[in-house]
């Protein structure tokens, strides 16, 4: 019996194309994945978790995941991605040591005492979006 699956995968190509306007021809002449993200029925969407900010991550805006966290792999360092913390949206982006989100100090200084709060923290690959709603 064959082993065999499906799986979805997200990517960013830029491509370089020629094209003869007059015989319409199209050229393919360079084509180089820039991003690329697996998505199956086990990754889609992570499932959720429990989770609290610590003083020193809302003193810095940094949401830090740790290194077996599963979106790290996924990221490689200067990718953006959407953070929502109770809808209030911003765009972050991975340290170099991928462990981290960066960039988001403006949206956690639109709450107080956020270091005492809990959340559900949720990603959704299709939107870019790690989705933090309070409990």
């Known amino acids: 019996m064959d082993n065999i699956g499906t799986i979805k995968i997200l990517s960013v190509v830029e491509q370089v194309i020629k094209i003869n306007w007059d ?35 809302v003193k810095w805006g940094i ?44 949206v956690f200084n639109q709450f107080e005492d956020l270091e005492a709060r809990v959340f559900t923290v949720e990603y959704n690959v299709e939107e870019n979006t790690l989705k933090f709603t309070e409990i």
């Open 23 to 57: 015989t319409h021809e199209v050229i393919l002449e360079k084509s180089k994945i820039l991003n690329s993200k697996i998505v199956d029925e086990e990754n889609k969407n992570l499932k959720p978790i429990k989770y609290q900010l610590s003083p020193t991550e």
């Open 63 to 106: 949401i830090s995941l740790g290194k077996k966290h599963p979106l790290s792999p996924i990221y490689k360092a200067g990718e953006k991605i959407n953070v929502d913390i109770n809808g209030k949206v911003i765009e972050g982006k991975f340290h170099l040591k991928h462990i981290r989100i960066d960039g988001l100090t403006k």
